[in-house]
């Protein structure tokens, strides 16, 4: 049984930072590397980062500003967002990632299981 349960999102001003969290089931977290996706209004849902055993990646557009970390004792990943911007504004995603190295800043697979999302909204 997968579950993925996103949390930590909100409104913020341009500049501002957020914590996100997911949850995961042990279907995935500890089988598969783990990565964050977003979904911005009117595109696909792409991989912006991404964590492997030993190895840490991130999609141009959020590199230096995001960070991503994970807590293998409590299946949590974690993603922190620093200097947000406007275009950072989209519903995110965590979910396996099948593919190594990690395709950040391509579309995402069209995995059967999505969690619910948390919302971005980054405005003034």
């Known amino acids: 049984q997968v579950q993925l349960v996103e949390s930590g999102g909100g409104s913020v001003q341009p500049g501002g930072s957020l914590r996100l969290s997911c949850a995961a089931s042990g279907s995935i977290f500890g089988i598969f590397p783990m990565g964050w996706y977003r979904q911005r209004p009117g595109k696909q849902r792409e991989l912006v980062a991404a964590?492997?055993?030993?190895?840490?990646y991130y999609a141009d557009a959020v590199k230096g500003r995001f960070t991503m970390s994970r807590d293998d004792a409590q299946s949590i990943v974690y993603l922190q967002m620093n200097s947000l911007k406007p275009e950072d504004t989209a519903v995110y995603y965590c979910n396996k990632v099948t593919t190594v190295p990690p395709p950040v800043g391509e579309p995402a697979p069209p995995y059967s299981y999505w969690g619910q999302g948390t919302q971005v909204t980054v405005s003034s």
């Open positions: 964590i492997t055993s030993n190895h840490l």
